[in-house]
Antibody
Framework: QVQLQESGPGRVKTSQTLSLTCTVS??????????WSWVRQYPGKGLEWIGY???????SYNPSLKGRVAISLDTSKNHFSLDLSSVTAADTAVYYC??????????????WGQGALVTVSS | SYELTQPPSVSVSPGQTASITCSGD??????ASWYQQRPGQSPVLVIY???KRPSGIPERFSGSNSGNAATLTISGTQAVDGADYYC?????????FGGGTKLTVL
């Protein structure tokens, strides 16, 4: 059974960098066909895709985040991480890590972590 | 930018059929996925590639997609199906989610 678990600070100060880690069990992040992603959910419930990284090093990020985001993989620990810089209160959300499947033009998330609430304040 | 529009809420009686729509420009030319999210829980994939059900998802969940709308249909709705449902698609460079529909089973 594939499981994902987020970890990291629950509170970040304005203008600093939000950093979260997702530990994966039951699957290798070094596997063909699986992309490792982050999705956030705002307090009003809307979902927003942040981006993904593939084991080959390929990445894709939501253009709306304008270069503030970086996702990295650590295959030795079988975990991946999110860094979001220059945060503001608008970045307050529940952050989910997820496994993404991509085939032709089909994109979907088949496993999700439990979510980590991150609050940005001064 | 591309948008997916869902009704904020849908109500259904137990045992009846619930339909939740997701509208977007030429959505039928893209693949749609659907997620169920119960209160306090993470989203769960219930439909992918328009019509496919992941292992473990009951047969009463089905999907379709054509023209400008995708539809999630729940046949013989049960009380346990009460949740928020989100559609999702990919557009050129970004994955897009609909705003979500709260399904109430009365």
């Amino acid at each position: 059974q594939v499981q994902l678990q987020e970890s990291g600070p629950g509170r970040v100060k304005t203008s600093q960098t939000l950093s979260l880690t997702c530990t994966v069990s039951g699957a290798s992040i070094n596997s063909y066909g699986f992309y490792w992603s982050w999705v956030r959910q705002y307090p009003g419930k809307g979902l927003e895709w942040i981006g993904y990284k593939y084991y080959t090093g390929s990445t894709s990020y939501n253009p709306s985040l304008k270069g503030r985001v970086a996702i990295s993989l650590d295959t030795s620990k079988n975990h991946f991480s999110l860094d979001l810089s220059s945060v503001t209160a608008a970045d307050t959300a529940v952050y989910y890590c997820a496994r993404e499947r991509i085939s032709s033009s089909s994109y979907y998330f088949d496993y999700w972590g439990q979510g980590a609430l991150v609050t940005v304040s001064s | 930018s591309y948008e997916l529009t869902q009704p904020p809420s849908v109500s259904v009686s137990p045992g009846q059929t619930a339909s939740i729509t997701c509208s977007g420009d030429k959505l039928g030319d893209k693949y749609a996925s659907w997620y169920q999210q119960r209160p306090g829980q993470s989203p769960v994939l219930v439909i992918y590639q328009d019509t496919k059900r992941p292992s473990g998802i009951p047969e009463r969940f089905s999907g379709s997609n054509s023209g400008n709308a995708a539809t999630l249909t729940i046949s013989g709705t049960q009380a346990v199906d009460g949740a928020d449902y989100y559609c999702q698609a990919w557009d050129s460079t970004t994955i897009i989610f609909g705003g979500g529909t709260k399904l109430t089973v009365l």
